[in-house]
């Protein structure tokens, strides 16, 4: 698959191609010019293409000359970008630390940048933020889902939710909520409503007791006693939920009593609130639990995978792209913000390219140097060796002017002698 850059390459080498050929065609045609004016006996057209062609030839020469021997003849001086190459890597690098990496030339171009505006304003930008959310999710999310250890992440989830449940008092929570609940009279309908439930489910569950007594009753009484005994229990139970359902009751106030001393002894005591946390982490270390908590990890890694496939309509998508553009926005609106960015870039990252110039000068040239003869020389022919066919273009044609001027000059001395 050919890269934006194979596809510029490709057109710088379509377009140098295309200068070199028409610098040959116009040097072809001084020689088409010369061979008319030979054989008919132009003078003034013999002279003018007899020095485009020395023309066209001598800057041919010296164009080639710099990234090559012409035809392959090595000629001493030729081929100099070749030659030279570890000479240019470390002038290159000299000259852009000496040159370009000075603090009082940094600054003002800093200064104008202004890094912040710009910065935000390409965040700003609609197709930017979805370009980096883009990247966010098509490369980055993936990779960590596919890196993590989802075992080691289970563990981790259940290690850190036992860890911060340990520390938690449950059982002071539970005291000042029951507390609350008391001083705020809720407290005597919460114990009505659930004596009203027990009440029903009495009603609802009487065979369970009828079926328990007759498990427990002996085989010689053939079941004559069971109904007696079920009644018995049936009707001292529902007595006394009824009555305890009763606010004004003598067992509902014991009830509530009982209660009031629970939460008392729930507030005050350290053994009592020791009590609900054990049951607590009782509960929470069942294996049932611990399943159901490590695999949120799962339902969460595989919505987001789900997400992510939806693509342009994935909503992590979305938001993060809006995140992105709001965070511009956020920067633009805030002027203490954009001076510290602007502060930031103009003081430690100038300081640190000041202080590292050296370093990137050497990096340049050994970069340079490292580089192939042959690969350097295609590389700076491609990027400026259209424009010196101009050369060969302009000394063709200079040249056959030039030449002309001489003829000229020359047929008014022969005149005037």
Not at 53 to 65: C, R
Request: proline share 1%; charged share 25%.
């Amino acid at each position: 698959m050919s890269t934006s850059l194979d596809q510029e390459n490709s057109k710088k080498e379509q377009d140098l191609v295309k200068m070199k050929r028409g610098a040959l065609v116009l040097l072809g045609v001084a020689v088409v010019l010369f061979v008319v004016a030979s054989y008919y006996k132009i003078g003034w057209l013999k002279a003018f293409s007899e020095a485009a062609m020395v023309g066209g030839i001598a800057d041919w020469f010296a164009v080639v000359a710099l990234f090559r021997h012409p035809l392959g003849i090595p000629i001493p001086h030729t081929a100099l970008i070749p030659s030279n190459k570890d000479k240019i890597g470390e002038n290159l690098g000299s000259f852009v630390s000496d040159e370009f990496l000075t603090r009082e030339k940094l600054e003002v171009k800093i200064e104008q940048f202004n890094v912040a505006i710009k910065a935000s304003d390409w965040l700003i930008e609609e197709k930017n933020a979805n370009l980096v959310a883009n990247l966010v999710t098509d490369n980055v999310i993936p990779r960590i889902l596919k890196t993590i250890d989802d075992e080691e992440v289970k563990r981790f989830i259940q290690e850190q939710f036992s860890a911060k449940l340990s520390k938690l008092n449950f059982g002071e929570w539970f005291a000042l909520g029951l507390e609350a609940l008391a001083k705020s009279k809720k407290q005597e309908e919460l114990v009505t409503n659930v004596l009203k439930t027990l009440i029903v489910e009495l009603e609802n569950n009487k065979h369970l007791i009828e079926e328990k007594v007759k498990s427990s009753t002996p085989f010689l009484s053939f079941g004559l006693a069971d109904k007696k005994i079920t009644e018995g229990v049936f009707n001292g139970l529902y007595d006394f939920l009824e009555q305890a359902s009763q606010q004004d009751s003598a067992i509902r106030k014991r009830v509530n009593e009982y209660v009031l001393r629970f939460i008392t002894e729930l507030r005050d005591s350290a053994e009592m609130q020791q009590k609900v946390n054990d049951l607590v982490l009782a509960f929470a270390n069942k294996k049932e639990v611990q399943d159901y908590i490590s695999g949120i990890w799962l339902e969460i890694k595989m919505a987001v995978d789900n997400d992510l496939a939806q693509k342009e309509e994935s909503t992590i998508k979305k938001s993060i792209a809006n995140m992105i553009q709001g965070f511009g926005k956020g920067i633009q609106a805030d002027q203490l913000m954009m001076d510290k960015i602007n502060d930031f870039v103009k003081n430690d990252v100038l300081s640190v390219l000041i202080n590292n110039k050296k370093m990137i000068g050497d990096l340049i040239s050994s970069t340079v140097k490292s580089w192939d003869t042959d690969e350097v020389a295609k590389k700076l022919e491609l990027e400026i060796g259209g424009d010196l066919q101009f050369i060969r273009i302009n000394g063709t044609l200079v040249g056959g002017f030039v030449g002309l001027l001489i003829y000229g000059f020359d047929c008014l001395l022969l005149y005037i002698i």
